[in-house]
């Protein structure tokens, strides 16, 4: 065995990986489920039922408990035969087959669960573990986000995303998320065990020794703690206080397998082969197939000049690493390292160099893997590459600018802004190129730099004029900063300058047809279609002026000219579902649609138009289903993340819509308006961090945008911080002191301060200088927040009289009459709600609610036809399975509450009712659960006489 084999060996065994609760054999962890799979896939029964499906489930949670995990994963597969969309079925098993070995099986239980509406906090965790567990760290980064959970939950899974940042190369975030994690919780242990295996890969000794140490202050007893302080110790040479340390985590747990290899590896260098052995020996008892327990075999065999069992042992770790899944293996540094070493050994240099090249590829400061890589050049007399790997990284041309511009290009494609406008920069000061000062600008407008990018869009476009794409790009964003004659002025000097170029001419009519001159842009239109009549630009834009001005036949009559030369043509198509939108014929415009998404793949927009008039139509599962597929084909479009998350909302997959919301802000980069949007939408999904996020990324583009100033004061009041608040809101009123944001602001302020007078003032302020609903609904809410529901309920009764075509003010009145106590009053306005909107799930909602206080036995009625119409919503469903318990029919009930409460189980009232029902039926241990969660956290249940006695009873 060569010298760098054997000097291999701190490196390979001192640095190791925090691993997660969950450590089964590699083979569980890669094969597949089949038996899962075919479980769900069995037709469901004619004598299927909600009421067996709820029967088994019960049953195989008292198998889980008791730790029969087939017999349990049997029964759950009845339960979702019976019913394949119960949510507490699909949930409990992915905990059983994790518990029993199947990730596969595991991951396709808890991914449909969170497919079906179960809360991603649920689920968090262990599809994590199950995610790493497979080698697949990205699915953890995109699919499990640490905001809008429990702060507790928050710390395991910034901890785990941390650890997934790690194991995908990108250390910088890793230490942001281990950092998040340590804010939230100081004396948390996991964030630290976790990040020094990072820091130790990263040569940064003292830093990973501070944090084992830190971690083993606080969890003493912890067998990962004290492992972590070992390989610290190990990688500093400290061999006997790392043996020291190595004992006290076997100590604390024996089948700890990182710990008990590094020990057998320590062992081997300070010359205790003996006792070496005993630790892998005791390994195959508990890991028969640990590579790097067979790697030191080998090395112990070597040293005994045993040549055969040498072979038999490095074959022995080529047989298992060799085999394993390549996307897993290549995050496993100590298992490819292991490989090479041993395929090396074996004389196999393609195939030791095929690992090398994968540990250099993620770890280009691994010096080991580097002289072992160059080490195999030299045999293989490839001198040339082992002249280059040996020397200096830095390449040659450092300063060269056309080098600058085409990686500054490549980052600009990419949207990586700042590096791209770090390198073009430095390009386009060294030659003064227009086109390199066209994409600094547009890398510059990318990075939220609004007038750098300006200015460069500027020199560029002065040096060389001719350059429309620069011109049109100038113009537009003259329009967005409302300098309308600047943009017409380089439009019209591009019109002069090539007058026979007819996208100029067009786009000079687009320009004035923005700012509001039809005529002028109706006359440009014209004039180009006099040169060509059959230019489609020009085509669109005049049957759009047509539409516009409801001349919707003569609209009809254009389209249907460029439809009889390509039926398919999607513009056209989509210009035709606008149409029809406009001219109120929804079927028609969904028709037209429908198909210009379905006919290409390159234009998101007829189906973004589609999904809002589906939820318009009250179609929200339709609308659900046509964002998912938009999404599919357009995975980094703003706009259609954006609408996935909107139908996600409007369905009541509030979590969901916070996983999309969280890609879409780096989508967004520092555009204000895009960043407004989602902190809006953050907010609407009970996000107030993300929101926070947006706005302060908005306002490092924009820093005096008002929309964005606002909704900074907003964000802060949600979050709790009174200072920050005060603050924003100074700074909005300042820089924009007689906006209608600001004063609307100073209204929602006092009113979340619980400030009833002052909101109140400040809202009938409003609503005299802008009459909306929306303000109207604000002083309402304001009167009934102040304890007078009924001066709420007599504004409403007077606003509905004066606003006879508002169909909001109704639905607000019947819920104040509701709120005042006026339940007759606001049962008879429910009824001509509902009889004008049949399938308005939330008044229908309301109304089963204010039925059910009435006794009514109409409410269950009206409670299921809810639930029908939005089976996904967390209230629909707790609403309905309420009702059942009061009426004495609890385990129908139970049915209702499990599924709400998985959909949201922030909301306290939700447990309140789960934990009564559970009571009743007698899960006394499941019901102090739920009652305890129920009052914890900030969706809390309200305190109630049934809630106090429910205490009494369970003994809280």
Known sequence: MSVLTAMSLKTLYCQQFFQSPVRRGIGL???????????????????????????????????????????????LKNALQQDSKMLAAHLLLGKALLRNGDLKGAEAAFEEALKQGVNR?????????????????????????????????????????????????????????FENARAIDPKSPSPLIAEVPMLLAAGKVDQAREKANKAVELAPNNAFAWNMKASVLHAAFNAAEALAAYDKALVLNPKHVDARVARAALLIDLKRESDARKDLDYLKTVAEDEPRAAYLRSVLASQQGDAKATTDALAEVTRIVDALPPAWLARREQLLMAAALAHYGLGNHQKSREYLDVIISRSPNNLGAKKLLASIYVDTKDFGRAQTLLESLQRALPEDPQVMFMLGSINLSQRRYAQATTLLEK????????????????????????????????????????????????????????????AMKIAESMVKRDPANLTTLNFLGSLKGASGDKAGARAAYTQVLAKDSA???????????DIGEKRFDEARRRLDGLLKKDSNDHQVLFEYGLLEQRAGRPDAAIRQLTKAGNVQRTDPKPTLVLIDLLLNQRQGEHALAAAKELAGKFSTNLNVQLALARTHLANGNAADARTILTGATRLAEFDPRSQVAIAK?????????????????????????????????????????????????????????????????????????????????????????????????????AHIAAGEPGKAAAFLETWVKSHPDDQMAPKALAE??????????????????????????????????????????AAQDIAERALKLSPTHPAYGDTLGWILVSKGQAEAGLRYLREARLRSPENGEIRLHLAYALAKIGRKDEAREELSAAFSGAGRASSSAMATQLKKDLGL
């Open 29 to 75: 962890a890669i094969r597949a489920s089949v038996a899962f799979v075919m479980g769900i896939g069995l037709p469901v029964s004619v004598l299927a039922s909600p009421e067996k499906a709820s029967s088994y489930y019960e049953d195989a949670l008292k198998r889980y408990e008791k730790n029969e995990m087939p017999a349990a994963v049997i029964q």
């Open 121 to 177: 906090g649920e689920v968090a965790l262990p599809l994590g573990q199950v995610y790493l567990a497979l080698g697949r760290p990205e699915a953890v980064i995109d699919k499990i986000p640490a905001s809008g959970l429990s702060p507790t939950l928050q710390v395991e899974v910034l901890t785990m995303r941390g650890s997934a940042y790690m194991e995908a190369g990108n250390n910088s975030l890793a230490t942001q998320s």
């Open 427 to 486: 390009a386009a000061e060294r030659t003064g190129s227009p086109d390199m000062n066209r994409s600094l600008g547009f890398s510059q407008l990318g990075l939220g730099q609004t007038t750098q990018g300006q200015l460069s869009l500027e020199k560029a476009f002065a040096a060389n004029p001719s350059d429309t794409r620069t011109g049109m790009a100038l113009a537009m964003l003259h329009m967005r900063q409302g300098k309308t004659d600047k």
């Open 535 to 545: 230019f489609p630009p020009s085509v669109l834009n005049l049957a759009r002026l």
């Open 681 to 781: 939408m953050q907010i609407a999904a009970s996000n107030p961090d993300g929101a926070a996020y947006s706005v302060y990324k908005a306002l490092q583009g924009s820093p005096d945008d008002v929309a964005a100033l606002a909704l900074a004061v907003q964000v802060e009041a949600l979050r709790g911080d009174a200072a920050k608040t005060d603050s924003a809101l100074k700074t909005l009123s300042t820089k924009h002191p007689a906006a209608i944001e600001t004063a609307r602001v100073g209204a929602d302020l006092a009113m979340s301060r619980d400030q009833y007078a002052a909101a109140i003032t400040g809202y009938r302020k409003l609503l005299a200088r802008e009459e909306s609903f929306g303000n109207a609904l604000a002083l309402v809410q």
């Open 816 to 857: 104040s009459q509701f709120r005042a106590g006026q339940l007759a009053a606001a049962k008879l306005t429910y009824k001509r709600v509902i009889a004008n909107a049949p399938e308005d799930a939330v008044s229908l909602n309301n109304y089963a609610n204010l039925l059910h206080q009435m006794n009514d036995p």
